[in-house]
């Protein structure tokens, strides 16, 4: 029993670790990129041995691996679980854009949106890291896409090309994310204009 106890107290506390280091990969990684993740640089910072990063993560690229997963749930906390209480369509998609500019702009990581500040390093390096960016980048849109067509299907917006309408909300987004960055205020403003491009109602249904 007390042995049992023993091995389960060394995983919670290499959980923990994991976690620990995760976090502070994602807020280094938002500001200087994922290629500026080493384990010596973070076993540095959080004053940790090298060789007990190592053990928790092997490689260079796993640490890579576990910040993209770790930013991913934050961003699925910070911003998509708490839309799910809106209805779908134009009510959700509102919501989701609120809570991204409150992700971005506040920001929940020194960087701003992770992805964003992130994916552009990789869009010539296939590998791992970059299909993991990619699929993040494939399900925000999805969802995106599947908010505006239940829009349509409800007869709230006028019919579109809810793929390419999604493409185009996230470049925003992402070059809304250097903005922040940058200090221009207009940018939270700018996203929900272009957003609201796309939710206009059916011309029979515009005021006259």
């Not at 699925?76 to 839309?83: H, N, S």
């Not at 609120?98 to 590998?127: K, M, Q």
Request: aromatic share 6%.
């Amino acid at each position: 029993m007390n042995e049992q106890v023993t091995t389960d107290g060394r995983l919670l506390r290499g959980a923990r670790a994991r976690q620990t280091i995760a976090k502070h990969a994602v807020d280094v990684a938002s500001t200087e990129g994922l290629n500026g993740l080493t384990i010596g640089r973070l076993a540095a910072d959080l004053g940790l041995s090298k060789s007990g990063v190592q053990t928790l993560f092997g490689t260079k690229e796993q640490l890579q691996l576990a910040a993209v997963e770790y930013a991913r749930e934050a961003f699925t906390e910070a911003v998509i679980r708490p839309a799910r209480t809106a209805p779908h369509g134009a009510a959700r998609l509102r919501v989701l854009v609120e809570h991204w500019i409150v992700y971005a702009e506040t920001p929940l990581f020194a960087g701003g949106c992770f992805r964003s500040a992130n994916i552009a390093d990789f869009d010539s390096r296939p590998g791992p890291v970059q299909n993991a960016l990619l699929q993040d980048q494939r399900t925000w849109r999805g969802i995106l896409a599947r908010e505006l067509r239940h829009a349509v299907d409800a007869g709230e917006i006028a019919d579109l090309d809810t793929d390419l309408a999604a493409f185009q909300i996230d470049a925003v987004m992402c070059a809304a994310n250097t903005a922040f960055r940058l200090g221009e205020t207009e940018a939270a403003s700018n996203v929900r204009r272009v957003v609201e491009q796309f939710l206009r109602p059916p011309d029979g249904d515009r005021p006259q």
